[in-house]
Every structure is written in structure tokens, then in C-alpha cells.
């Protein structure tokens, strides 16, 4: 961290496949960019040459204060306070299309701050586009209901909009989780500070110029640049927020909880960690079932919450598929973010890659075979290769804990209550994946494991409209789908005696 008085609030950025644009660097607040109340900034790192990129300002907590006065004032006094539900909609969907228009840029800006594959990255901008549409067309459907109890009263409910929203997202999909988090929120009609993961800043404050762009009265959305100890904090604690919403890790969201109850009461969701089981029958076809593995574990370099990394195989096919996995695996495409032919980009940060490396040895250590990597990849950047352990037992900590990188662990399985009871040994419930040519199979799996969402015959097949969250230390509510809008509105009963 140092002064932020030779950071400006804007600047001309040159991505390394040629991208130009004006890059907002300033904390965006009641519809401005600003300078930080106490004037200080932090840098930026490229993940893929572990160089400094540039330096955004930094939000402490009395920038919090500011943002959240201007929230208030906007969901209390302002045009949003009074704006229709259709009106909403309408301003969603225009941020779609600004997104839309956006996209090689919005994308460019994630492979650069994030280090992801550009092909990835413009799936996650996608994503984003439909996310926004989907809330957009939910502004004005958002009803409660007349509830018939005698003819001596009349009684309604209203689902009547939170107000102000505190929202705090993670790195490994920077605007695919500010999309997810604004788009139910300003449908509902809350108006929300969000602080954006203090590794990969620079996508949301582009995505804050847009929302200006698109008209959005001033207030309604903030969007902070801050570290989770002094902005996040200031958040999850705030006695004028009365929601958060948090995706991150496990140990973090105890903590927002925490803040949240000895607070004000503050609603909570939470997306946190997974630890999911990816299970392949002998009926399987194999080809494609290795194809999905491998995607369901290297996609987004392994730092996905929902992440394939206990592979179950059946034993009969396990010799077949290791084989095959491996072979998979080494083809993946590792390196420069910005080849369209890169798979596997570079892990977020320094600290990320030695905490992956340092559960790689740890594997080693416990003695868990590595089939294939287990290594850095090139000289330069953040780059893993493509781990697979094998020779694991259940209680190896490989087994249990996240590693959130590019490594997994492939076991045996006997049967399906084998491989029920070894896909549930975990504390984690987000997702999980089977395998089979058998309708009867897949469904009596999905329907005794454990876990928020479970794939069948595919991974990581992630849709706006199906709701999205964990079981277990995996969560709290739901992301997207229509399930999100009840974590951004209350019920109001009114009963009217007419007698």
C-alpha cells in the first residue's frame, strides 16, 4: 500500500493482445470515481509475469461510511426509491447490452488481472450477459400473493426489497460474481456497495464506468477496491447494511457470519468452499467421461469452488481411465492467458501458487503417487502444471481440504454404496458429478449425495436461471435462478378487518 496522490482516477491501458482503453482506477461512489478518504492506494499484479500492472485506490472503512450514506440516500430520497420495477428491468438490460458491446475488453480485463484463458474469460463475460438479462426480466414479476382466511378481512403480502446490500466477491471470476451479486440484488429493487477482491480490482471498476453508462442514478450502485480486513470488514459489519452476501472461502465466511450477528442481524448468504466428488461408473463411456473430468477440475486453472478434485472410479475401468486421464491432462494448453489456444492460465497470485505447491508436496509427503506435473510451469508468471495423485486414501488432507488449483486426486471405488459413502466423507456439499449410462444409477446418486448441485454425464454445467449454493460448510442460500430473489427481499403482511 502507499499514498494514492500520484495514482489518477483513470488510465489508458495496453493489454498484451493489443486492447486499449481507459481504465477507471478511483473508488466508484454515489456515481462518481473518487480518491479514498485517507488516501491510499495498492498495486495490481499481473499473474502471468508476477509484475506490478498498475495501482487502483484503495477503500478503507470510512469510504464504507460514504458509500453506504450514498446507498441509503439513494433506496430512501432518490429516483430509485420511486422508479418503477419495470424501470429497473429496463436499466439491467441495458447494462447487458453495454456488456455486450464491452465484451473483448471486459475480457481482455479479466486474462489480464486474473490470468485465465482469453477463451474462458469470454465465456465468463457471457455469462455475465445472460445473468444480467435474466434479472433484468425478473424486475417486474417479483409479487407476493392475497391470502384468503375468512370473509371478515382482506390479507396481502409484498415482497418489499431489503435496502442497503453489502457484497463482497471473490478473484477466480471477478465480473461473473459482480454479475451474479448485482443482478437479483437491483432487481429486487436494493441498492448495493460492493468491495471486489483485492487481487483482481480492475474489472469491476470498469464494469461500475458502465453502470454508469447505462443511467443508473447515483447511489444505487458503489463498487469499492479494498482489502477483506478493512473494507470487507467494515461491510460485514456495518449497522446500515442489512444484507451481505459473501463468496469466498469457508474460514472467511465464519468470520462475515460472525460480524453479521454481532451486528445488527444482518441477512446472510454465503458461497464458500467444495471439495466435490467427480464419479465414474463402469457403464460410463469413458472418453467422455475423461473429458469431463479434466474439465471439471483445470477449468479456471482449478481455482473453481466447485471443482472436480476427488475422482472415484470404478475399479473394473480405473487402470483404463487413469491412463486415459493422463494423457488428457498433459494435452491441456498451458500459458500465456491471451493465446486462444491456452487452456490453463496462471494461478491468481504468488501466495495462491505456493499454497497449491505447498499441498502438492504434502501429497508427496503422505504418500500419494504423482501420476502426472506436480511442477511449476515455465519461468515466468503464476503456471502449475496439471496434477493428478493417485495412491490416496480418504483421510489424506489432499482428500479433504481445498486445494483450489490444478490438482486432484483419483481413487477406487467397489460399488455404489462404496462410492456413496467415500463422495459424502466430507464436510463440504457444493457439487458433485456421476458418470453412467444407467437413468436408474444416476438418479438414485444424485438423490443420496450430499450437495447443492449434482451433474450427471457432464461438470461444471453452470446456467443463470438453476440456483447455485452448498450443503454443509459449503454455504448458506442460493446464487442465480429464481431462488436468488429471496435473498434480497422481505415479506410484508397486511391485513385489512373489513368487518
Known amino acids: 500500500m502507499s499514498a494514492s496522490a500520484s495514482v489518477p482516477l483513470s488510465q489508458k491501458f ?47 472503512a470510512a469510504d464504507v461510511d460514504i458509500a453506504v450514506d450514498a446507498a441509503e440516500t439513494a433506496f430512501y430520497d432518490g ?4 422508479m418503477s420495477s419495470a424501470d429497473r428491468g429496463h436499466l439491467l438490460l441495458k447494462l447487458a447490452d453495454l456488456f455486450e ?34 434479472y433484468g426480466g425478473w424486475a417486474d414479476k417479483i409479487h ?94 456495518h449497522m446500515k447494511i442489512h444484507k451481505v452476501a459473501f463468496t469466498g472461502s469457508t474460514l472467511v465466511g465464519r468470520q462475515i457470519m460472525k460480524a453479521a450477528a454481532e451486528s445488527n442481524l444482518k441477512k446472510v448468504t454465503l458461497e464458500l468452499g467444495g471439495k466435490s466428488p467427480n464419479i465414474v461408473f463402469e457403464d460410463a463411456d469413458i472418453d ?6 479434466n474439465f471439471g477440475i483445470y477449468y479456471n486453472a482449478g481455482q473453481c469452488c466447485c471443482a472436480g478434485s476427488r475422482i472415484y472410479v470404478q475399479e473394473t475401468i480405473y487402470d483404463k481411465v487413469i491412463e486415459a486421464f493422463k ?29 497449491i505447491m505447498s499441498y502438492v508436496e504434502l501429497g508427496k509427503k503422505e504418500g500419494a503417487k504423482v501420476e502426472v506435473g506436480g511442477e511449476r510451469h515455465g519461468s515466468e508468471g503464476y503456471f502449475i502444471k496439471p496434477t493428478v495423485f493417485s495412491n490416496v486414501t480418504e483421510d489424506m488432507r489432499i482428500m479433504q481440504e481445498e486445494i483450489f488449483g490444478p490438482v486432484c486426486a483419483i481413487a477406487k471405488f467397489k460399488d455404489l454404496e462404496d462410492v456413496i459413502q467415500k463422495g459424502n466423507s466430507t464436510a463440504y456439499g457444493l457439487a458433485s458429478a456421476v458418470h453412467t449410462r444407467s437413468l436408474n444409477t444416476a438418479m438414485e446418486v444424485a438423490n443420496r449425495l450430499r450437495a447443492g448441485t449434482v451433474w450427471v454425464n457432464c461438470y461444471n454445467s453452470l446456467h443463470w436461471a438453476l440456483p447455485f449454493g452448498g450443503y454443509g460448510e459449503s454455504g448458506i442460500g442460493r446464487e442465480l435462478g429464481k431462488e436468488a430473489l429471496r435473498n434480497y427481499t422481505q415479506v410484508k403482511t397486511v391485513n385489512i378487518n373489513l368487518s
Not at 467422455?288 to 473430468?293: H, P
Request: contains cysteine.
Open 288 to 293: 467422455r467421461a475423461v473429458e469431463w473430468i
Open 144 to 237: 407476493g400473493k392475497v391470502i384468503e382466511t375468512s370473509p371478515e378481512s382482506f390479507n396481502y403480502t409484498k415482497q418489499e426489497p431489503i435496502g442497503v446490500c453489502g457484497q463482497i466477491i471473490p478473484w477466480n471470476f471477478p465480473l461473473l460474481m459482480w454479475a451474479w451479486k448485482i443482478g437479483p440484488a437491483i432487481a429486487c429493487g436494493n441498492t448495493v456497495v460492493l468491495k471486489t477482491a483485492e487481487q483482481t480490482p480492475l474489472g469491476g471498476l470498469y464494469a461500475a464506468k458502465l453502470c454508469k453508462e447505462a443511467g443508473f442514478p447515483p447511489g444505487v450502485i458503489n463498487i469499492l477496491s479494498g482489502f477483506g480486513r478493512t473494507a470487507g470488514a467494515a461491510i460485514a459489519s
Open 14 to 60: 495496453k493489454l498484451p493482445n493489443g486492447v486499449e482503453y481507459e481504465q477507471p482506477l478511483g473508488l466508484f461512489i454515489n456515481g462518481e470515481f473518487v480518491t479514498g478518504k485517507e488516501g491510499k492506494a495498492f498495486e495490481v499484479i499481473n499473474p502471468s509475469t508476477g509484475k506490478v500492472a498498475g495501482m487502483v485506490h484503495e477503500a478503507t
Open 327 to 355: 494423457r488428457r491432462a498433459q494435452a491441456n494448453v498451458v500459458g500465456n492467458p491471451f493465446d486462444e489456444a491456452t487452456f490453463q492460465g496462471a494461478q491468481v497470485s504468488e501466495a495462491q501458487y505456493n499454497r
Open 79 to 82: 429516483p430509485w426509491s420511486k
Open 101 to 134: 458491446e464491452n465484451l473483448t475488453i471486459l475480457a481482455s480485463i479479466e486474462a489480464f488481472d486474473n490470468g485465465k484463458a482469453i477463451q474462458l474469460a469470454k465465456g465468463d463475460i457471457g455469462a455475465c450477459i445472460g445473468c444480467l438479462r435474466y
